[in-house]
């Protein structure tokens, strides 16, 4: 877990460059990953500093967490998991000033949520959900071969339709993200022009054959899917 009095300093910083709240999000996103602050936090942050108040120690909470799994923290929650599926347990209860255990049981029991591809997403899928998955497969299979003509023949991009909540599915959760990542992890950069030069290399660096087997898999993953009646899976 990243110290959250180092990101609070790296806030200011960014904001005493005149840097906007939005491009801050992003560059502590490219930094801290999964462990950055939330992006109401980064907001909360630079209203602050604009008010004159520059300390960055951490602002005071009344009471304690909350405990209660009631409508109101479940609502809280929601709101925050659809902002972002990617939080962590962690963040979440730092945003909402919600118990981690507490987090955890709402995410779990009262959104009935799991974690597939490092995102939060409906633990069971209804019947239409399901169907829906299972259908898309099915229609990736039947076309990939009429795409790929097109594509040799005539250079158009074709819109692949995807199944919403899966990661699962979609070759940017399960590759493209996780193999970024392993190239900007750990790293501090100065600026966003040195996020997105970092950024750049990161993706140029990807080898042809690594997409080569990432659609294999994709692929594979269709029948996955089609096997499960449309249930999530992880893995290869």
Known sequence: MADRKEQRVCVKFCFLLGETAADTVGMLRQAFNNDALGKSQVYEW???FKSGNMSTED?????????????????KIKRAIDEDRRKTIDQLSEETNISWSTVQRILTEGLHMRRVSAKFVPRLLGDDQRENRVNVCRDLKTHTALTVR?????NNMVIVPHPPYSPDLAPSDFFLFPRMKRSLKGKRFRDVDEVKENTLKALNSIQPQEFQHCFEQWQKRWDKCINAHGQYFEGD
């Open 150 to 154: 097109q594509f040799v023949t005539s």
């Open 59 to 75: 602002m005071p909470r009344p009471g304690r967490p909350s405990t209660g799994r009631n409508d109101e923290n479940i609502a």
């Open 46 to 48: 630079f209203s602050r």
